[in-house]
């Protein structure tokens, strides 16, 4: 029709909605998830320092056990967090809703440039000084297995999320951990008796409070979880079902290590153990089971690392997304389920950290790296559940806390400890991931401003 004037078309009503995470996962991914994050390599060494300072087996069995409500006290308030405002950024919009953008994109950029690259790299360097034992490549062989497993984990993360290749890294982690079990029942059943019995003496406040640092330094890592609160489907009790079985089975594997340790070498043997996985495979299985016990290392390790991938990825995806000039990391690839070009940005990151670790002590450096600004951050987000309480009164809670405000002040008190002893552990080391973190503080501005 000549002269007619065509329809007008509203473009922003044509525009397709930005790619954003959809409900697809199961809580028994939370589960497998949670598990991976939290069961790496550590529970191979920490038993030996759980137990020098406990003074008594009993003492042992009780730190676990405190470990274990600790962290599910923890659980209990990020689920509530997680059922009453779901997103991609876990911890990070909690921490903007509370506390302000600023502070969040702070979280965000130590997520990037120090917590989880630098657990990614660390536990790189884990697998590397492993795999090592069981193939030598040399001196420089634990720097070489670090980068390579770095690259093939997060290549493998490229690919669209899938529940079953998850799940059969946690099955490989737990079967590693009930080969330990299985060397104590070895032990027990033949009637042996452990390396060193038992000292009869309880410790002091302080060994036991030092004892639970450790403790709880195993458990770590299930905070990570809240990553996935967009994409669980059942978003009301998902995450809390998820993470409260993640964290009873945790502590069951954990009493179970701790037994089997503790049935083969004794107190006073686990406690003088550099190596007490190691010790008490060869006393069940004879000297070449310590390449089995390397291969379950490695395997832990790998777990962590590749759920460490899949969680971090998706606080920087969220954080990206608000900011102009990095919107090519904020972008959710609908294809593979995924943020994976915020992947790729920690990915390489991660290999700078290896690259850095290699150069100075490793393992060593990374603890330093990044122990201390976890823990910050882990208090601000407890205090978070409080500060959204009182200032947001009236959104929707599928999932509360019990004993308000209680049980949120001792996860606070707790990670407040933790942040202190993580300072005296490392102590010049702490201000180097600190510094970095006070580096973002200044990058912000350069980036441009948030968009709303």
């Given at each position: 029709?000549?002269?007619?004037?065509?329809?007008?078309?509203?473009?922003?009503?044509?525009?397709?909605?930005?790619?954003?995470?959809?409900?697809?996962?199961?809580?028994?991914?939370?589960?497998?998830?949670?598990?991976?994050?939290?069961?790496?390599?550590?529970?191979?060494?920490?038993?030996?320092?759980?137990?020098?300072?406990?003074?008594?087996?009993?003492?042992?069995?009780?730190?676990?056990?405190?470990?274990?409500?600790?962290?599910?006290?923890?659980?209990?308030?990020?689920?509530?967090?997680?059922?009453?405002?779901?997103?991609?950024?876990?911890?990070?919009?909690?921490?903007?809703?509370?506390?302000?953008?600023?502070?969040?994109?702070?979280?965000?950029?130590?997520?990037?440039?120090?917590?989880?690259?630098?657990?990614?790299?660390?536990?790189?360097?884990?697998?590397?000084?492993?795999?090592?034992?069981?193939?030598?490549?040399?001196?420089?062989?634990?720097?070489?297995?670090?980068?390579?497993?770095?690259?093939?984990?997060?290549?493998?993360?490229?690919?669209?999320?899938?529940?079953?290749?998850?799940?059969?890294?946690?099955?490989?982690?737990?079967?590693?951990?009930?080969?330990?079990?299985?060397?104590?029942?070895?032990?027990?059943?033949?009637?042996?008796?452990?390396?060193?019995?038992?000292?009869?003496?309880?410790?002091?406040?302080?060994?036991?409070?030092?004892?639970?640092?450790?403790?709880?330094?195993?458990?770590?890592?299930?905070?990570?979880?809240?990553?996935?609160?967009?994409?669980?489907?059942?978003?009301?009790?998902?995450?809390?079902?998820?993470?409260?079985?993640?964290?009873?089975?945790?502590?069951?594997?954990?009493?179970?290590?701790?037994?089997?340790?503790?049935?083969?070498?004794?107190?006073?043997?686990?406690?003088?153990?550099?190596?007490?996985?190691?010790?008490?495979?060869?006393?069940?299985?004879?000297?070449?089971?310590?390449?089995?016990?390397?291969?379950?290392?490695?395997?832990?390790?790998?777990?962590?690392?590749?759920?460490?991938?899949?969680?971090?990825?998706?606080?920087?995806?969220?954080?990206?997304?608000?900011?102009?000039?990095?919107?090519?990391?904020?972008?959710?690839?609908?294809?593979?389920?995924?943020?994976?070009?915020?992947?790729?940005?920690?990915?390489i990151i991660s290999l700078l950290l290896v690259g850095f670790g290699a150069a100075y002590r490793g393992?060593?450096?990374?603890?330093?790296?990044?122990?201390?600004?976890?823990?910050?951050?882990?208090?601000?987000?407890?205090?978070?559940?409080?500060?959204?309480?009182?200032?947001?009164?009236?959104?929707?809670?599928?999932?509360?806390?019990?004993?308000?405000?209680?049980?949120?002040?001792?996860?606070?008190?707790?990670?407040?400890?933790?942040?202190?002893?993580?300072?005296?552990?490392?102590?010049?080391?702490?201000?180097f991931g600190l510094g970095v973190l006070i580096v973002g503080l200044a990058v912000l501005p350069l980036l441009g401003r948030q968009r709303v």
């Amino acid at each position: 029709m000549a002269g007619r004037p065509s329809p007008r078309v509203d473009l922003r009503m044509a525009a397709p909605a930005p790619s954003s995470p959809t409900r697809n996962l199961t809580t028994r991914y939370i589960v497998v998830v949670t598990i991976a994050m939290v069961v790496g390599a550590g529970i191979f060494k920490s038993p030996a320092l759980v137990a020098a300072n406990a003074g008594s087996e009993a003492a042992v069995y009780l730190l676990w056990i405190a470990g274990g409500l600790i962290s599910l006290m923890g659980a209990l308030c990020y689920s509530e967090l997680a059922a009453a405002f779901p997103h991609a950024g876990g911890d990070y919009h909690f921490l903007e809703r509370a506390w302000g953008r600023h502070f969040a994109f702070l979280f965000a950029w130590a997520r990037l440039a120090v917590i989880n690259t630098g657990a990614i790299a660390l536990l790189g360097f884990v697998i590397g000084d492993y795999m090592n034992r069981v193939i030598d490549l040399g001196p420089h062989g634990p720097a070489i297995y670090a980068f390579a497993s770095v690259i093939g984990l997060t290549a493998l993360k490229l690919r669209p999320a899938g529940e079953a290749s998850d799940s059969s890294l946690v099955i490989i982690l737990i079967i590693g951990l009930l080969v330990l079990v299985a060397a104590g029942v070895k032990i027990a059943l033949q009637g042996t008796p452990p390396l060193a019995p038992g000292s009869p003496y309880m410790p002091g406040l302080g060994g036991i409070g030092y004892g639970l640092v450790f403790v709880l330094l195993a458990f770590g890592g299930w905070t990570e979880s809240a990553t996935l609160s967009a994409e669980v489907k059942d978003a009301q009790r998902g995450m809390v079902r998820g993470l409260v079985i993640a964290i009873v089975l945790i502590t069951g594997l954990y009493l179970l290590t701790a037994w089997a340790m503790l049935r083969g070498l004794g107190l006073d043997g686990l406690s003088g153990a550099s190596a007490p996985a190691a010790d008490l495979m060869a006393l069940a299985f004879g000297e070449k089971a310590g390449v089995i016990l390397a291969l379950a290392v490695v395997a832990a390790a790998a777990t962590s690392v590749n759920a460490t991938i899949l969680v971090g990825a998706r606080t920087t995806y969220a954080a990206a997304a608000r900011l102009p000039a990095l919107s090519w990391i904020g972008r959710w690839d609908e294809q593979a389920r995924s943020p994976r070009n915020a992947i790729l940005a920690q990915g390489i990151i991660s290999l700078l950290l290896v690259g850095f670790g290699a150069a100075y002590r490793g393992f060593e450096t990374l603890v330093d790296y990044t122990a201390p600004v976890y823990w910050v951050f882990l208090i601000a987000s407890g205090a978070a559940l409080i500060r959204l309480r009182m200032k947001e009164p009236a959104a929707e809670r599928p999932f509360r806390v019990p004993l308000y405000p209680l049980l949120p002040l001792l996860f606070i008190l707790t990670s407040s400890a933790m942040l202190v002893s993580a300072v005296l552990y490392v102590q010049g080391g702490a201000f180097f991931g600190l510094g970095v973190l006070i580096v973002g503080l200044a990058v912000l501005p350069l980036l441009g401003r948030q968009r709303v």
